[in-house]
């Protein structure tokens, strides 16, 4: 059994870059496509969890090393909703 990472969410970390998710509907589009594309090849996986602009940090401790994928497809991570946060709450992700 794979064990979720305890979520240790700080909250001195930015949630967001400034920066726009699409430049153009079509763009827009294509991100929200391939999303759920990923969400439904592994949505008999409770241990992947799918995301779309999510900021992500991914070196702990650092709050300047960061990217904001379209998306990102973490393995290992238990989706859905947790004790600690719920989808709709998690502002960015730490690894």
Known sequence: ???????NQ??????SDG????????????????????EALFKHDPNVFVAGDLLWYPVEGSKTIK????????FGHL???????TLCERGSYQQ
């Open 19 to 38: 920066q726009p998710m699409a430049d153009k509907t079509k763009q827009f589009n294509w991100i929200v496509y391939i999303k759920l594309g990923c």
């Open 10 to 15: 700080d909250s001195s970390y930015p949630d």
């Open 67 to 74: 990217a904001a994928p379209d998306t990102m497809v973490i």
């Open 1 to 7: 059994m794979t064990r979720s990472p305890t979520l």
């Open 79 to 85: 989706k859905g909703e947790s004790p600690e946060t």
